[in-house]
């Protein structure tokens, strides 16, 4: 299974600190601050929610109310920051760490409700707020993180932590903070910092126009048909949804695909007409590469000298190893290397694949040599045709609303004792959201979860999760997650069936919101999701499995007419399947992962890079330059590390998967989905945030480190 998921939660760097608009003294901001703290006039982000759980009052949100929100609080956030760092007190945990914790609550309420519909409905008016607010947000982080003052209080309390009494979370959140003060650059001196102020406001301003550049690239970049027989293969379904799609962008009598993020497009599978798929092909690879005002290669190409010049500044030979040096896997070397060791067997599978579809190719009347835009199409003749598998067959299978319930709420019942309850009077920013109360074993109310799970032209690309708002005991607050997902809308009247690969992806975003929901921790920085990105994949990943497991499998995979469970045979043959496409899946994955790679560690000084050239190059270094396997992102349209948080990051997936099927295979040595099993996962992994060091958190849990091995298994690797 592929990871492509996107997880963004900025969440942990804005708790921790400010959005500086200016780079004044904090005592002259704590002055000004105060004067114009007064209160918003009407505006829902004034206070705290008054809703169950604090949800967002998004029925009462405006586009309008954002920014004036952002500002007030900011200049709250400040004056807070101010109050801490002028105190005459010497540093102690509970007059430092502790208000700094508490501090920005009206700035983090904001942002999380930005931060959600931003990503999955904005629009123009939204847009431009972003395009505003975020480089203000930059300087406010900057404004925290470069104060003296309070840089100094934090610096002697880590210096001084283990004789202070306290306890280990306590204290690892003080070697949290001194961490991101110096890595934000506390320690630079005055000319340095201001040149890191201005990289990282322009950092926040570039990154911005890539999501945003890209989201137009990609609703531009669908692919008009004019005539219905050039559509032969899909359903009548995936007609009326092209059809549908094609009338809602003001092109009736047309159809219209959709691209999705990834170079390969779902619609390639069953595009008989070869010319049809070559132009979706290359609708999807050029999508950013017009020239035109959606062309992101400017962006890529000043976003990597400026990230290498940052690093520079901080110490550190490249952007990679700076990012990388606080994750579990500590250098770039490191993640290069799990990578580079899998390309021999990956690139191998995947030629394999190929030389049977060539085989295919050749017994066809019209015989041609195959392409990119061929692979996915004959890569599901070759399947059908050796496992006699149709994904047509199996879809009937998966009702989405049957998947949710009986299969993703089931196995988290099975394993963890929850139980749903959908509740219709919480306000949503789209009427398509829905949202659950979850409730613990023992009936105690838990968190709360919306699922957003189908394709808008006002959400970007991907799936991911994030939280509304953040669990602490410090604040009293609980658990509300979000799940968004691209699912193919049906057509009006038909039913909701998604394919396999979309069950997988809702099992992948749940394992997120369960790491989010079981989150257990005092302090806001150290909760939940908020842990290095080499890690956050695991609990996703890890969930995925139970879509897998034949008892569940059994309870939400029924036909959506008859109720029947899909048959023996069927599941059977499915099972079979699970390590067909390894190749091409490992494959494209790895060139896209090397390639970040590639771009993030050009040393400082390294001239700007011809975008097309330097990609070329980089998969032939790496030795994943395979024609028919491009990388999963092409260089232009790579979200994840251009305009989301995975930059020198995307390796992250693969490493998180070595965690997840070890860990699984833990289960498995330990008597499976058993509440016994799942409470263990919850205590020692789920629940415990970034309260300790990763590697020991899951070397407790496993009783040694990770290995590799169940992961080459899984992947067919072997
Ligand atoms: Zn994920």
């Not at 929100?69 to 105190?87: D, P």
């Not at 659950?436 to 959400?459: C, H, I, P, T």
């Not at 990388?631 to 251009?642: C, E, G, K, L, Q």
Request: a neutral charge.
């Amino acid at each position: 299974m592929l990871r492509k998921r996107l997880l963004v939660s900025t969440m942990n760097l804005l708790l921790v600190g400010g959005f500086g608009i200016l780079a004044q003294a904090p005592e002259a901001l704590a002055k000004d601050a105060a004067k114009a703290a007064a209160p918003l006039a009407n505006n829902p982000f004034a206070t705290a929610s008054t809703l169950p759980f604090q949800a967002p009052p998004f029925d009462k949100i405006k586009d309008a109310d954002y920014q004036p929100a952002f500002e007030a609080g900011m200049r709250e956030h400040l004056a807070e920051i101010a109050k801490i760092a002028a105190q005459k007190d010497a540093p102690t945990f509970a007059n430092t760490i502790v208000p700094l914790e508490r501090s920005g609550q009206m700035l983090t309420r904001v942002y999380v409700a930005f931060n959600a519909v931003t990503g999955a409905d904005t629009n123009d008016t939204l847009q431009k707020v972003q395009e505003v607010v975020a480089p203000k947000l930059a300087e406010h982080q900057d404004a925290i993180y470069l104060d003296d003052k309070l840089f100094a209080r934090v610096g002697k309390l880590y210096e001084g932590r283990e004789k202070l009494g306290l306890d280990a979370e306590q204290k690892r959140l003080v070697e949290r903070y001194y961490d991101n003060f110096v890595r934000a650059g506390a320690k630079l001196g005055e000319a340095d910092k201001a040149k890191l102020r201005e990289l990282n406001k322009e950092e926040s301003t570039l990154t911005t126009d890539f999501a945003n550049k890209l989201l137009a690239a990609n609703n531009a970049g669908a692919l008009v048909v004019d005539d219905k027989k050039d559509l032969a293969g899909f359903s009548d379904a995936d007609i009326a949804a092209a059809a549908a799609d094609a009338k809602a962008a003001k092109k009736d009598g047309k159809y219209l695909i959709a691209l999705q993020n990834t170079t390969q497009q779902p619609a390639q599978v069953s595009l008989e007409n070869r010319s049809v798929r070559e132009r979706l092909f290359k609708a999807s690879t050029s999508r950013a590469e017009h020239g035109d005002a959606n062309d992101t290669r400017a962006i890529v190409q000043r976003l990597a000298v400026l990230r290498a010049d940052r690093a520079k500044l901080l110490g550190y030979p490249d952007f990679a190893a700076y990012t990388l040096d606080d994750q579990m896997a500590k250098t770039p070397a490191n993640a290069i290397k799990l990578m580079t060791d899998m390309v021999p067997a990956a690139t191998a599978k995947a030629r394999g694949e190929a030389t049977k579809m060539q085989a295919l190719i050749d017994k066809g009347t019209d015989k041609f040599k195959l392409s990119p835009w061929d692979w996915q199409r004959y890569a599901e003749q070759v399947r059908k045709a050796e496992y006699d598998l149709d994904e047509a067959q199996i879809k009937p299978y998966f009702e989405i609303d049957r998947v949710l319930h009986d299969g993703v709420f089931y196995a988290a019942n099975q394993l963890y004792g929850l139980t749903f309850k959908e509740r219709k009077d919480i306000p949503v920013y789209n009427p398509e959201v829905r949202v659950f109360e979850v409730f613990d074993a023992d009936g105690k109310s838990l968190a709360l979860f919306y699922a957003d799970y189908w394709k808008r032209e006002s959400k970007r690309g991907g799936a991911w999760m994030d939280n509304l708002v953040g669990q602490s005991r410090l604040l009293g607050t609980k658990p509300v997650v979000y799940n968004v997902c691209n699912f193919t809308k049906p057509a009006a009247g038909q039913p909701a069936l998604i394919t396999h690969d979309d069950v997988n992806t809702m099992f992948h975003e749940f394992g997120h919101a369960l790491h989010g929901m079981f989150a257990d921790s005092e302090y806001p920085t150290l909760s939940g999701t908020n842990v290095p990105r080499d890690f956050v994949e695991f609990p996703s990943q890890f969930n995925e499995h139970w879509g897998r497991d034949p008892k569940v499998f059994a309870n939400y995979a029924k036909h959506y007419q008859t109720g029947a469970p899909m048959p023996a045979e069927l599941v059977a043959k499915l099972d079979k399947t699970r390590t067909y496409g390894q190749g091409f899946a490992t494959t494209e994955y790895l060139a896209a992962a090397l390639l970040d790679m590639a771009w993030h560690t050009q040393p400082a000084g390294t001239p700007k890079q011809d975008v097309d050239a330097f990609e070329t190059k980089a998969l032939k270094q790496y030795k994943v330059d395979m024609p028919e396997v491009p990388p999963r992102y092409r260089t232009s349209y790579f979200a994840h590390i251009w305009g989301g948080g995975y930059a020198a990051g995307y390796y992250a997936y693969l490493w998180s998967e070595v965690l997840d099927h070890d860990a699984f295979y833990w289960f498995r040595e330990h008597g499976g989905m058993t509440r016994e099993n799942g409470q263990r996962f919850r205590d020692m992994i789920l629940s415990r945030g970034s309260t300790q060091d990763m590697a020991a958190l899951y070397r407790a849990f496993r009783g040694r480190d990770p290995s590799v091995e169940p992961l080459l298994e899984e992947r067919g690797l072997k």
